[in-house]
């Protein structure tokens, strides 16, 4: 199986920083595509960043400039460094991976638990 564990969350005072890590374990042949969605309470999910294999990143028009997603492919890892936090960013964050365990499966999403950021004095 493939397991997506993030870590990094917690509570932090408005215009403080915080990183993000989620690391992909397990059966693994190829991770395609990575990146981060939130959801904050009564909202749907949203995309934050994504980030290909080759380094290109892709970010959700109002959260340019204070997220930034990196990777190490090397150890299966996808980081969102976040700067200035304010109170609507408060949610729960969620990674994804876009993968094959196999070189004949199909790629397929794989999601983590999701943790929980809360931006408040």
């Known amino acids: 199986q493939v397991q997506l564990v993030e870590s990094g969350g917690g509570l932090v005072q408005p215009g403080g920083s915080l990183r993000l890590s989620c690391a992909a374990s397990g059966i693994i042949f190829k991770i395609n595509g990575m990146g981060w969605y939130r959801q904050a309470p009564g909202k749907q999910r949203e995309l934050v960043a994504g980030?290909?294999?080759?380094?290109?990143?892709n970010y959700a028009e109002p959260l340019k400039g204070r997220f930034t997603i990196s990777r190490d492919n090397a150890k299966n890892t996808v980081y969102l460094q976040i700067t200035d936090l304010k109170p609507e960013d408060t949610a729960v964050y969620y990674c994804?991976?876009?993968?094959?365990?196999?070189?004949?499966?199909?790629?397929?999403?794989?999601w983590g638990q999701g943790t929980q950021v809360t931006v408040s004095s």
């Open positions: 994804y991976a876009n993968l094959k365990r196999y070189p004949i499966e199909y790629d397929r999403d794989y």
């Open positions: 980030i290909t294999s080759n380094g290109n990143t």
